[in-house]
């Protein structure tokens, strides 16, 4: 059974930093391309990074580049988001998905950021 488990979430103030970890399990992680996803409350997902399955190709969305870092230690079976210089409009529920055919086929449950004063 394929499990995704994301922790690392939090409260932070604006400015601040959090890593969010994603442990796989159930599958050969080291054979798939991941990603992460974001969904503010009121708002539809927003995809926010992907990386391929060796680790060297990062890909990141548009308001968060430059800011987060996606890794995974495939060892470890488990991928990472450090995020950086977080903004309020960064809070949301962050989700980690295991991607087939391009597409995300598996989800976790999220992990909850807020960044607020």
């Known amino acids: 059974e394929v499990q995704l488990v994301e922790s690392g979430g939090g409260m932070v103030q604006p400015g601040g930093s959090l890593r969010l970890s994603c442990a796989a399990s159930?599958?050969?992680?080291?054979?798939?391309?991941m990603m992460w996803v974001r969904q503010a409350p009121g708002k539809g997902p927003e995809w926010v990074s992907a990386?391929?399955?060796?680790?060297?190709?990062?890909y990141y969305g548009k308001s968060v580049k430059g800011r987060f870092t996606i890794s995974r230690d495939n060892a470890k079976n488990t991928l990472y988001l450090q995020m950086n210089s977080l903004k309020p409009e960064d809070t949301a529920l962050y989700y980690c998905?295991?991607?087939?055919?391009?597409?995300?086929?598996?989800w976790g449950q999220g992990t909850q950021v807020t960044v607020s004063s």
């Open positions: 998905a295991r991607v087939s055919f391009a597409l995300p086929d598996y």
């Open positions: 159930g599958f050969t992680f080291s054979s798939y391309d």
């Open positions: 990386i391929n399955s060796g680790g060297r190709y990062a």
